[in-house]
């Protein structure tokens, strides 16, 4: 019987069996094996990298240690939110629908500072008691979605019946501003007021006052934002001149309620509080915030120390906003304000309203409620320049400077596809070779002027006294192609784009 080879256990010693030795030929005398000159190289095994193992050991560990500790760190804070019943005793509510609806309101808590601080901010006056600032904050079912609506403050609203929470008196429904429905029913008469006018389930309530938000943004260092024209508000305190910031606590503040910048008033405040969101949402998921369990703990308590926010808004809830945000970049938040049908609409006792587009405002709605993205999706573009004068505004003469035939006929048509007003009738510069590209300019179009020379990266201005209102593009040898630029205000006032949250930033 021969001998047999066990299997042994892959941790045991293996010892290789010997192999039966073949039958010898009786024709042939049997050979002695000849020594081997060189001895076999056992078999090279492959080590793994230590900087991989050590990496892939260190990310477990954060990721592990981050879900248990935050999961701890939000329990234990959990005690300290203020909580409201903004749900109770609601019926004929909208139907629920894919995903996750949050209605996030400013308020007006001014009474929380002391006087001296108030008079710092320019917080003079008592407070309204309303609120401040609105959105819907919808959470796609995929989590992997944030779509942000703002509603203006003025906006014209019709409340349901209801008992006013100052007076007790009961009323019937009536017209008001949509800010003043807190101030007579608090947040559940807010809720319902919102519910109505869009049909949306509001599935959590979330107040924040002036504090909350100072708290928030200080413990994350500041939120950084860009400007292509100086912001001066005197009644807000807000005065930053032209390029890039970062705002801590009390300058941001300033930064969103500045309501005196320009003609625009609340809806150019509302695109600066979507742009300010969006470099809040950026600086928070890529500055490793919410993977570090210290930092992740300083956020949380200062949002959460200083908050309203329904029953139901509690541990599971926060950690799936967290895990939804760890997958959150810029291109994946989209914001929009409710398009406007009619400016100044003045209504008896209430005053000038913003009265919503119906059919777009219904459209606007319809795709919260089947969890569909606001805009179509379109492909990551270049980035593009923000400018103080929109493009369309801008009458430009091109004149080819080289020696290169068609040049200037070339670089019209890239100035008009960005939106330039170009003549179409590009003309040979009276002066050649020219070296480095010239925008030719009037003094007293000095704004324009910038906005072009932002669209011909190295381009050099030129002010030209008495030349009017076109600007002359003298194209030079160093024309390397035209830069896509857009006015900070991207569509008239009342009909707001859906732009994502890499549209918004400091591009």
């Known amino acids: 019987?021969?001998?047999?080879?066990?299997?042994?256990?892959?941790?045991?010693?293996?010892?290789?069996?010997?192999?039966?030795?073949?039958?010898?030929?009786?024709?042939r005398p049997e050979r002695r094996p000849q020594p081997s000159r060189r001895a076999p190289r056992p078999p090279v095994r492959r080590k793994r990298?230590?900087?991989?193992?050590?990496?892939?050991?260190?990310?477990?560990?954060?990721?592990?240690?981050?879900?248990?500790?935050?999961?701890?760190?939000?329990?234990?804070?959990?005690?300290?939110?203020?909580?409201?019943?903004?749900?109770?005793?609601?019926?004929?509510?909208?139907?629920?629908?894919?995903?996750?609806?949050?209605?996030?309101?400013?308020?007006?808590?001014?009474?929380?500072?002391?006087?001296?601080?108030?008079?710092?901010?320019?917080?003079?006056?008592?407070?309204c008691h309303c609120t401040d600032t609105m959105?819907?904050?919808?959470?796609?079912?995929?989590?992997?979605?944030?779509?942000?609506?703002?509603?203006?403050?003025?906006?014209?609203?019709?409340?349901?019946?209801?008992?006013d929470r100052t007076t007790g008196k009961r009323h019937g429904g009536h017209p008001i501003k949509l800010n003043a429905a807190y101030a007579e029913g608090g947040p559940q008469l807010t809720v319902r007021t919102v519910e109505h006018m869009t049909k949306v389930k509001i599935d959590h309530y979330l107040e924040v006052d002036f504090t909350s938000f100072m708290k928030t943004v200080d413990v994350l260092?500041?939120?950084?934002?860009?400007?292509?024209?100086?912001?001066?508000?005197?009644?807000?305190?807000?005065?930053?001149?032209?390029?890039?910031?970062?705002?801590?606590?009390?300058?941001?503040?300033?930064?969103?309620?500045?309501?005196?910048?320009?003609?625009?008033?609340?809806?150019?405040?509302?695109?600066?509080?979507?742009?300010?969101?969006?470099?809040?949402i950026d600086h928070a998921t890529s500055s490793g915030v919410l993977l570090n369990p210290m930092k992740f703990r300083d956020v949380t308590r200062a949002v959460l120390g200083s908050v309203r926010a329904d029953k139901g808004f509690g541990t599971d809830e926060l950690l799936d906003l967290g895990r939804a945000m760890r997958n959150f970049s810029p291109s994946s938040s989209e914001f929009t304000t409710v398009p406007i049908g009619r400016m100044g609409y003045a209504v008896k006792g209430v005053g000038s309203t913003l009265k919503w587009d119906p059919v777009k405002a219904d459209?606007?709605?319809?795709?919260?409620?089947?969890?569909?993205?606001?805009?179509?999706?379109?492909?990551?573009?270049?980035?593009?320049?923000?400018?103080?004068?929109?493009?369309?505004?801008?009458?430009?003469?091109?004149?080819?400077?080289?020696?290169?035939?068609?040049?200037?006929?070339?670089?019209?048509?890239?100035?008009?596809?960005?939106?330039?007003?170009?003549?179409?009738?590009?003309?040979?510069?009276?002066?050649?070779?020219?070296?480095?590209?010239?925008?030719?300019?009037?003094?007293?179009?000095?704004?324009?002027?910038?906005?072009?020379?932002a669209a011909l990266p190295g381009s050099e201005l030129r002010a030209v006294k008495g030349q009017g209102g076109t600007l002359r593009v003298i194209v030079g040898a160093d024309y390397k192609g035209v830069a896509k630029v857009r006015a900070e205000l991207p569509r008239p006032p009342g009909q707001p784009a859906v732009v994502r949250g890499d549209e918004v930033g400091c591009s």
């Open 135 to 163: 959105m819907i904050v919808h959470i796609s079912e995929d989590r992997e979605r944030a779509s942000v609506v703002s509603l203006p403050r003025d906006s014209y609203a019709e409340l349901p019946p209801h008992t």
């Open 1 to 27: 019987m021969g001998l047999r080879c066990s299997r042994l256990p892959r941790t045991a010693v293996v010892r290789r069996c010997p192999l039966p030795a073949p039958p010898r030929s009786p024709s």
């Open 221 to 280: 260092g500041g939120v950084k934002i860009c400007t292509a024209r100086p912001l001066k508000d005197r009644y807000s305190g807000l005065d930053l001149p032209a390029g890039t910031h970062t705002l801590k606590g009390p300058q941001a503040l300033q930064y969103v309620r500045a309501r005196h910048v320009d003609g625009a008033s609340d809806l150019s405040r509302m695109q600066r509080q979507q742009r300010f969101l969006a470099s809040l």
């Open 363 to 453: 459209r606007l709605f319809r795709a919260l409620r089947d969890d569909r993205p606001l805009a179509a999706a379109r492909p990551r573009s270049a980035p593009v320049r923000v400018v103080d004068v929109a493009p369309q505004q801008i009458r430009v003469q091109v004149e080819n400077g080289t020696d290169t035939p068609g040049l200037g006929r070339r670089v019209d048509a890239a100035l008009a596809a960005t939106g330039f007003r170009t003549t179409r009738l590009p003309v040979n510069a009276a002066q050649r070779p020219v070296a480095r590209t010239v925008v030719a300019y009037d003094p007293r179009w000095d704004r324009s002027a910038k906005s072009l020379a």
């Open 49 to 127: 990298p230590r900087w991989a193992m050590r990496a892939v050991t260190t990310l477990s560990v954060v990721v592990l240690a981050s879900a248990g500790i935050g999961h701890a760190v939000i329990t234990s804070l959990e005690g300290d939110i203020t909580r409201v019943d903004a749900f109770r005793d609601m019926k004929n509510r909208p139907r629920a629908g894919h995903g996750m609806n949050v209605l996030m309101v400013g308020t007006d808590g001014r009474d929380k500072i002391s006087a001296a601080d108030r008079h710092r901010l320019r917080l003079g006056g008592t407070s």
